[in-house]
């Protein structure tokens, strides 16, 4: 749309500090991928707290409703005001990689043409993100089993006779 911008992708490098740092200036858009940024202060610039403060726009979720936490916090800190809009798509990202198509279904004749109910997201979200919880710990345990077999295979640790 011809908006100027910075990108970032969670490169950890001074570059990507200093711009994360300078996002809270007036007029400026910072896009950042993934958790960019981890660790730098956005301080907002002048008058950027009488238009409204920070505000920021998240078009996925994480697997992890901590990092969506850790996201949503980059605004309104410290008592600065700021806002956060979520944007989801049930065909996009974590949601579309796990809502079931019955469930895409339902959803959609809930809202028909209007979004969902935010209600209704919230709950499809939560089910979603203790899903996906559910596997990761599932694999994790898995590898965990599979790691002590291959320990016990080879027989390290074992007495020898």
Known sequence: AGVAHQRLDARQDGAEAACVARAGDAGRVTVATQMAGRGTDIRLGD???ARGGLHVIACQHNAS???DRQLHGRC???GDPGRVLTLLALDEGLLGRRVSPAL???LALASGRRPLPAWLARLTLRAVQGAE???ERAQRAA???SDRELVRGLGF???RE
Do not use: E, K, Q
């Open 47 to 49: 008058g950027v707290a």
């Open 104 to 106: 895409r279904r339902l």
């Open 65 to 67: 409703p901590r990092i």
């Open 157 to 159: 640790g074992a007495r």
């Open 76 to 78: 309104a800190r410290g």
């Open 143 to 145: 590898l965990w089993r």
């Open 133 to 135: 919880a559910r596997r």
